[in-house]
């Protein structure tokens, strides 16, 4: 054990963050908690919580979990939504060195069961909700030998968090033990989309690194108000020295956040970030759009209006920047977003995974004036440049396992391939899924450094800009070429009676055909609005050869954590059944 913040290895442990913003602010707030349900017309009271005090709390319970049996290196599942419990269950985790796993409330039952599984915890910290779910379920039943309720009893649980803080608050300052970048720091599972979750494993080292690159990346200062839409990411708040507000909305269902409520307490408190899935983005903007409609963007709102705010200026004049990620954002949904901000506010949309992040950088200024227009001529959608410490490498795509770098597999300028990175923050494994890990991962003989297939398919441009395609696995091939999902679905973006479009394969007779899913909002009747896709299918090479146009009434199936990836596999199934075993395709396609 050691001093805290006396060697370079403790100071790696993203604790050690928490430690010396409560040394050198320590009555900057940290947290700042709605008391009650957040009103959308007048300020609600929050509980403040300062750094000194979210420091203390989480020194208590790491005293009070090492009691209980946590120890360096116990993996431990979170079901604890965001909340003062969750940031010092959190940090208290980390400075015990333990290992917290990070699944998705919202991905059901059995994904669940199938991720702890995977996992094994010897712990599980959580709401009452959680625990009695395990115990219905039987989830991780072989590996778990401690369970702790979040609250104030124990129920049926081992231990409550409130007696271990009791436990542990007379005894001062936890010892960050020294910790070493490779060592394992967390369990973040993947959202599950396209197949099964894998447990990406983080070290000490890659959160280290991530927080560094946040804070240069976008230019966060410490001091800063934040507005954390998307839970994981909001553990980066108090690691960078903000004030975070947690908002009062369901942190699984982002994109069933109530816009009124947001605003209210992003106004209340002055939020200079905020950070959300393109969900977020795209409820805000249009509750906005329908509101005050796009004669007001990027300028004023009406006070006149009932629900306007009462100031002149745009809704939220504070915010100095907005960070969208987990999925392509639409031009037109980040459009309709700057209607909220300052004139020269920039929407990032930085790109990356579960297992790989940040990646790469683009502000919604280059995606408006520039990308956007060449995204609708089904060039794919730019992600910009990868940012300082990242290598992004493109290769042919193949479903086979890399085991080996070799410079030869570079693809040149232009040519479509899967995007490999590497750099300080890329995952090494999945945790006990050496199968996954080895579809995912590249070893450089050379460096000794461990690549990340990402699963995307991409381009690099002239300029050195990347430019997105799609998911690999989501690429629809037919006897005509190969068809890329975030190349051919912007085309049609824009057309009257079209929300989202969703491009799929549909097998028939050993031939896979190109199919349209398209999101009708009954404005305009069907069949004009399959004409004008006809029409604007036929005027690009890669839009020609698609079969078949689908009406799709209801908003698409999409992903759970950021509620805004659109399920294709999910959407080919029920394309297939739509258009039944005796469908022809048209002649003109083939
Ligand atoms: N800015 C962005 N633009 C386009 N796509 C993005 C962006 N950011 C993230 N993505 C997409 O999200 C993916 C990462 O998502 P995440 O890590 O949440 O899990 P997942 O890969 O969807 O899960 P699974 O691998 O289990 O299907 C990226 O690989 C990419 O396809």
């Known amino acids: 054990m050691i001093s805290p913040a006396t060697t370079a290895e403790a100071a790696l442990n993203v604790a050690m963050h928490l430690v010396r913003q409560a040394a050198e602010t320590p009555q900057r707030p940290a947290l700042y908690v709605p008391q009650r349900a957040v009103r959308g017309d007048r300020p609600t009271p929050h509980r403040v919580i300062t750094y000194a005090e979210l420091n203390a709390d989480s020194d208590a319970l790491a005293h009070g979990l090492e009691a209980a049996g946590v120890e360096r290196g116990t993996r431990v599942a979170v079901f604890i939504p965001p909340s003062p419990q969750f940031y010092a269950v959190v940090f208290a985790l980390f400075k015990l060195a333990a290992v917290p796993v990070f699944i998705d409330p919202g991905m059901g039952w059995q994904g669940l069961k199938r991720c702890l599984e995977r996992a094994e915890p010897a712990a599980f910290v959580g709401v009452l909700r959680a625990h009695l779910a395990r115990w219905l379920f039987g989830w991780a039943r072989s590996s778990l030998r401690l369970s702790i309720h979040a609250g104030r009893r124990r129920f049926f649980c081992d231990y409550s968090l409130e007696e271990l803080r009791r436990l542990g608050s007379t005894r001062g300052t936890y010892p960050i033990p020294a910790v070493s970048a490779e060592e394992m720091a967390a369990i973040l599972f993947t959202s599950g989309s396209t197949g099964p979750a894998k447990g990406a494993v983080y070290t000490h080292g890659i959160f280290a690194a991530q927080v560094q690159m946040l804070r240069q990346a976008f230019g966060i200062a410490p001091g800063e108000v934040d507005y954390g839409t998307f839970p994981l990411f909001a553990l980066f708040g108090p690691a960078l020295g903000m004030s975070c507000v947690i908002p009062d909305m369901d942190a699984s269902r982002p994109a069933r956040l109530r816009p009124d409520k947001a605003i209210a307490q992003m106004r209340q408190f002055t939020v200079t970030n905020m950070f959300g899935s393109p969900a977020v983005i795209r409820v805000l903007g249009e509750w906005y759009h329908q509101r005050w409609g796009s004669s007001l963007a990027g300028s004023q709102a009406s006070a006149s209006s009932p629900s306007a705010p009462e100031a002149e200026g745009p809704l939220l004049p504070a915010l100095r920047r907005v960070i969208s990620a987990g999925a392509p954002a639409s031009p037109l949904q980040l459009q309709r977003f700057t209607a909220l901000l300052p004139a020269a506010v920039p929407i990032y949309t930085p790109y990356g995974a579960t ?62 391939g899967e995007l490999v990175v590497r750099g300080p923050i890329v995952t090494p494994r999945y945790y006990k899924q050496p199968e996954a890990t080895q579809l995912a991962k590249i070893y450089d003989p050379t460096t000794g450094e461990i690549l990340h297939r990402m699963g995307d398919v991409g381009y690099r441009d002239e300029q050195g800009r990347i430019w997105f395609c799609g998911r690999k696995s989501q690429r629809v091939v037919t006897p005509w070429g190969t068809l890329f999902t975030d190349m051919v679905e912007p085309v049609f973006h824009g057309l009257p009676g079209v929300g989202r479009t969703a491009l799929v394969g549909v097998e028939r007779g050993g031939v896979t055909y190109p199919v349209l899913c398209v999101e009708w909002d009954r404005t305009e009747p069907w069949a004009v609005v399959e004409s004008s896709l006809r029409q604007k299918a036929q005027s690009l090479e890669s839009t020609r050869t698609i079969a078949a146009f689908l009406a799709h009434s209801r908003p698409f199936p999409v992903d759970r954590r950021h509620n805004a990836k659109i399920a294709r596999e999910s959407l080919a199934r029920w394309a297939d059944r739509r258009l039944g075993p005796h469908w022809q395709p048209r002649q003109d396609t083939t």
């Not at 290598?391 to 232009?414: F, M, V």
């Open 355 to 416: 297992e790989a992040l940040p990646v790469a950088n683009i502000d919604s200024g280059e995606i408006l004036h520039e990308t956007q227009a060449l995204t609708a001529q089904g060039r794919g959608v730019c992600i910009g440049r990868p940012l300082p410490g990242i290598r992004l490498h493109i290769i042919p795509i193949t479903d086979e396992a890399i085991p080996q770098w070799r410079e030869e597999l570079e693809l040149p300028t232009g040519v479509i």
